[in-house]
């Protein structure tokens, strides 16, 4: 057991996209920081791998979004010139779907709301400036400019090698077994955290743990559902032009309330594709993360109808998992009976493009427990009343 002088200001629990974040804001604020990871991220079995994630400005989950991202994208800038390479590429974002689809009118509701300039296209225009797509006349898209990929390695590795440089001691491939405060009777009660390699204090913790979260916050019961995703990189069978950067940008197709997906120009490794799959909830320290014929089979009946000429050879294909809440928002906030406790969950397969702001929200409400970022859309309260008695 440490002793209470080499107690550390705050335990990062997670070190994923999240949590590398909150511990590079965290340890740049001067706190003394301890951050444990379950594996090495960037790493292959959480929510942050598959070389890229999309940003978008004009957010069709609703306008609320958007200062937020706006704070990611000045965020994601500045962690780029720290570490001296790029993390975003400026694509663009195409939305499409058939006409009065949801996809296409949440972007126009956000654009309009915080004035970002967007091009709304109707079937022929679409025809005409992206042959590769598979045009039906039903079909309307908007574009925004100001939009694009993130290259998750850049970013993970950044965002860590940040935090390390500000002094965080981080500790990978140490998953954190157990959390208990010190004294259970008082509610900001300093915390113990058990690992297999140790025990170790922290003042205040940030449960970043991804689809693990509801694991490790087991009393809180909280309503998380992880489920398995598949990427998949194609090269095109045919015109091959047709799909790669300057020719698509990166776009998000809603083609029912029940089928939606998204994809990335080739930029020299295939062109990049995944269908928002259906709920298959799992466990994910155990689940089948071999490619089915099922996966394929869906794969290329949505290439059929979307992008025929790309339904050529499958060059590589990963599972990936995504952590929804009930209603798809994030969930981040002060834990709701332990005040030195703050939970991030923000998943629901649209999260990485805030990270940097996320880290930076998560160091307010640990250090001072409120933040200037507007998080009412990702209370807990929405899914936990405030407990009374006692339970972690
Ligand atoms: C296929 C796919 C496509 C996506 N596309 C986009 C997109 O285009 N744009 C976008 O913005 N978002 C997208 N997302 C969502 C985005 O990737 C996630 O919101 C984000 O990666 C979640 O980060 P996280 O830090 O919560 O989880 P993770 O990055 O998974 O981190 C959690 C970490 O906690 C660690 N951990 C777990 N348990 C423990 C423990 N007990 N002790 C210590 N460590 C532990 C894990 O090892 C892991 O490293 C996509 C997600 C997927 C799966």
Not at 51 to 63: H, K, Q, V, W
Not at 164 to 177: K, N, Q, R, S, T
């Given at each position: 057991?440490?002793?209470?002088?080499?107690?550390?200001?705050?335990a990062v629990?997670?070190?994923g996209?999240?949590?590398?974040?909150?511990a590079?804001?965290?340890?740049?604020?001067?706190?003394?920081?301890i951050?444990?990871?379950?594996?090495?991220?960037?790493?292959v079995?959480?929510?942050?791998?598959g070389?890229?994630?999309?940003?978008r400005?004009?957010?069709?989950?609703?306008?609320?979004?958007?200062p937020?991202?706006?704070r990611?994208?000045?965020?994601?800038?500045e962690l780029?010139?720290?570490?001296g390479?790029?993390?975003?590429?400026?694509?663009?974002?195409l939305?499409?779907?058939?006409?009065?689809?949801?996809?296409?009118?949440?972007?126009?509701?956000?654009?309009?709301?915080?004035?970002?300039?967007?091009?709304?296209?109707?079937?022929?225009?679409?025809?005409?400036?992206?042959p590769?797509?598979?045009?039906?006349?039903?079909?309307?898209?908007?574009?925004?400019?100001?939009?694009?990929?993130?290259?998750?390695?850049?970013?993970?590795?950044?965002?860590?090698?940040?935090?390390?440089?500000?002094?965080?001691?981080?500790?990978?491939?140490?998953?954190?077994?157990?959390?208990?405060?010190?004294?259970m009777?008082?509610?900001e009660?300093?915390?113990?955290?058990q690992?297999?390699?140790?025990?170790?204090?922290?003042?205040?913790?940030?449960v970043?743990?991804?689809?693990w979260?509801?694991?490790?916050?087991?009393k809180l019961?909280?309503?998380?559902?992880v489920?398995?995703?598949?990427?998949?990189?194609?090269?095109?069978?045919?015109?091959r032009?047709?799909?790669?950067?300057?020719?698509?940008?990166?776009?998000?197709?809603?083609?029912?309330?029940?089928?939606t997906?998204y994809?990335?120009?080739?930029?020299?490794?295939?062109?990049?594709?995944?269908?928002?799959?259906?709920?298959?909830?799992?466990?994910?320290?155990?689940y089948d993360?071999?490619?089915?014929?099922?996966?394929?089979r869906r794969?290329n009946?949505?290439?059929?109808?979307?992008?025929?000429?790309?339904?050529?050879?499958?060059?590589?294909?990963?599972?990936c998992?995504?952590?929804h809440?009930?209603?798809h928002h994030?969930?981040?906030?002060?834990?709701?009976?332990?005040?030195?406790?703050?939970?991030?969950?923000?998943?629901?397969?649209?999260?990485?493009k805030?990270?940097?702001a996320?880290?930076?929200?998560?160091?307010?409400?640990?250090?001072?427990?409120?933040?200037?970022?507007n998080l009412?859309l990702f209370?807990v309260d929405?899914?936990?009343a405030?407990?009374?008695?006692?339970g972690d």
């Amino acid at each position: 057991m440490t002793s209470s002088r080499d107690r550390y200001d705050v335990a990062v629990v997670g070190l994923g996209a999240m949590g590398s974040a909150a511990a590079w804001h965290l340890a740049r604020r001067g706190q003394r920081v301890i951050g444990f990871d379950r594996f090495r991220p960037p790493h292959v079995f959480g929510s942050t791998h598959g070389d890229s994630r999309g940003i978008r400005e004009a957010y069709t989950e609703g306008p609320s979004y958007v200062p937020f991202v706006r704070r990611a994208y000045e965020l994601w800038d500045e962690l780029s010139d720290a570490v001296g390479e790029p993390i975003f590429r400026q694509t663009g974002a195409l939305s499409l779907g058939p006409e009065g689809n949801d996809m296409v009118r949440g972007v126009i509701a956000s654009a309009r709301e915080h004035d970002i300039a967007v091009e709304q296209m109707d079937a022929a225009e679409i025809r005409r400036r992206y042959p590769g797509i598979h045009v039906t006349d039903d079909l309307v898209g908007v574009l925004e400019q100001r939009a694009g990929m993130l290259d998750i390695d850049t970013a993970l590795n950044g965002q860590l090698e940040q935090a390390a440089a500000h002094g965080a001691d981080l500790h990978f491939d140490e998953p954190v077994d157990r959390w208990l405060p010190i004294d259970m009777d008082d509610v900001e009660s300093p915390i113990t955290i058990q690992t297999a390699r140790g025990t170790y204090e922290a003042e205040r913790m940030v449960v970043t743990s991804g689809a693990w979260n509801a694991g490790l916050l087991g009393k809180l019961n909280l309503p998380l559902n992880v489920t398995r995703q598949v990427m998949y990189w194609f090269e095109p069978r045919a015109n091959r032009e047709h799909f790669q950067e300057g020719a698509i940008p990166f776009w998000m197709w809603e083609r029912s309330e029940t089928e939606t997906a998204y994809g990335f120009p080739d930029i020299g490794r295939g062109f990049k594709l995944g269908l928002h799959q259906p709920l298959e909830t799992v466990d994910p320290s155990g689940y089948d993360r071999e490619i089915t014929e099922l996966d394929k089979r869906r794969v290329n009946d949505f290439l059929a109808n979307t992008f025929p000429d790309v339904a050529g050879t499958l060059l590589r294909a990963e599972t990936c998992l995504y952590t929804h809440t009930p209603d798809h928002h994030f969930l981040i906030d002060i834990h709701p009976k332990r005040p030195n406790i703050v939970v991030a969950s923000p998943c629901s397969g649209h999260g990485f493009k805030f990270a940097p702001a996320i880290g930076e929200a998560l160091a307010d409400l640990s250090m001072e427990r409120r933040t200037v970022h507007n998080l009412d859309l990702f209370r807990v309260d929405r899914f936990v009343a405030p407990l009374t008695a006692a339970g972690d």
